[in-house]
């Protein structure tokens, strides 16, 4: 089954002991600020089962942000967005990498509170959350480019110095 | 501005002014902390310092009000960023005002946001930001002192702190930091958080047997 990824900050979603101001099966709020919805849809994006386009997502999404850094990410199994009655369709992604933005680009739709806090509880309880180091992200971003996945043009001009620079140190 | 003025005013809690001073906790200038920053960034001779305190002179009225000017716009930075939602590798109103404030003011303004993450005043969250900008700054723009405050910041009881803190580490990538994230590791109570900090630790040592090739 193929995967979601919502990009998210770890530390929202660390699993800590049992917090005395929340009821059975609730949920702390802190994790809902990375599921910023926009006209009640929320962006993310499709990984394939064996996780083979996982780094060129990576690679797209963070070459899209103001500087280098680390990313973080829940990974869901997709199947779990019918159990909790969320629609999810294929929209065109803003990314520097067509591929991403054409194939694996995906809207959740609809989106009630309610949706938000049963996905968040799904992430939580059986997502993965991982994080990509800021020297790995300078990898990723400089492979995608060298392969011509990022379009050169259109990644942050803040990142593009970074990645041409570290280029030119190694040649 | 210099920091034995600073440490004196801090010292004396002066600054604080009245209304304030009874809620910030005096910082202990003998713990190494302010003193020990100061050294290390400004005498490149003593690469660690020595960890004695500094026996600066008295402050000034002038230095007292800037310092005071100072912390009360920081805080306010700090107050502001409450409400807004940072996300990493995103630049805000936050980030670029803080970044501003260390480049114009150097040491001293470190100094104070130390403090206002010792306090946690405004929460992890806003904590955690600025670290993680402290952290991406310039190498060479008072690197010991950044150093002291990430190191310091990873015993910090909130955990977005602490996460704040290994980012930092990370983005320096100075291998000194190693024996504060093993601690860090053994102390640390969280699984991705510990998981986090095991990465930067194997990041570190990488760097290290780098310096030592």
């Known amino acids: 089954m193929p995967f979601l990824l919502r990009a998210i900050r770890k530390n929202r979603w660390y699993e800590k002991p049992a917090e005395p101001f929340l009821a059975s099966g609730d949920v702390p709020a802190d994790p809902l600020a990375d599921l910023r919805t926009d006209g009640n849809c929320l962006s993310v994006f499709c990984i394939d089962e064996d996780k083979a386009n996982l ?3 990576l690679a ?14 829940a990974l869901i199994d997709a199947q779990l967005l019918e159990k909790i009655g969320i629609t999810c369709i294929k929209t065109v992604g803003q990314l520097p990498d067509q591929a991403v933005n054409n194939s694996w680009h995906r809207d959740l739709t609809g989106l009630s509170g309610l949706n938000l806090v049963a996905l968040a509880k799904e ?5 993965e959350k991982l994080r990509v180091s800021q020297p790995r992200v300078v990898e990723l971003i400089r492979t995608a480019v060298d392969s011509g996945h990022l379009d050169a043009n259109r990644i942050t001009p803040g990142i593009r110095e970074k990645i041409k620079a570290g280029k030119a140190e190694a040649s | 501005m210099n920091p034995d003025v600073v440490q004196t005013a801090l010292q004396s809690g002066a600054w604080f002014g009245s209304d304030s001073g009874a809620a910030i906790p005096a910082i202990d200038l003998h713990s190494h902390q302010f003193p020990v920053w100061a050294r290390r960034d400004n005498d490149p001779q003593t690469a660690r310092g020595d960890g004695a305190p500094f026996e600066g002179p008295e402050s000034s009225t002038a230095d007292q009000k800037r310092i005071k000017s100072l912390f009360e716009h920081l805080d306010s930075t700090f107050e502001r960023g409450r409400d807004m939602r940072f996300e990493d590798g995103m630049e805000s109103e936050f980030s670029r005002e803080l970044v501003r404030l260390v480049e114009l003011h150097g040491i001293v303004a470190l100094a104070i946001i130390g403090r206002l993450i010792a306090d946690q005043r405004s929460g992890g969250e806003v904590a955690g930001e600025a670290l993680r900008w402290l952290g991406r700054m310039e190498q060479s723009q008072f690197h010991w002192a950044r150093m002291r405050l990430f190191e310091e910041s990873l015993c910090s009881p909130s955990p977005a702190v602490r996460d704040g803190a290994i980012l930092a580490l990370a983005s320096l990538n100075d291998p000194h930091a190693i024996p504060y994230i093993r601690g860090a590791v053994q102390q640390e109570t969280i699984r991705e958080l510990r998981e986090d900090m095991e990465q930067v630790l194997a990041q570190l040592q990488d760097a290290e047997s780098c310096l030592s090739c």
């Open chain 1, 55 to 57: 780094e060129r997502v």
């Open chain 1, 123 to 127: 992430i939580l309880t059986k997502g």
């Open chain 1, 60 to 73: 797209a999404y963070a070459s899209n942000r103001d500087i280098i850094a680390n990313l973080d990410y």
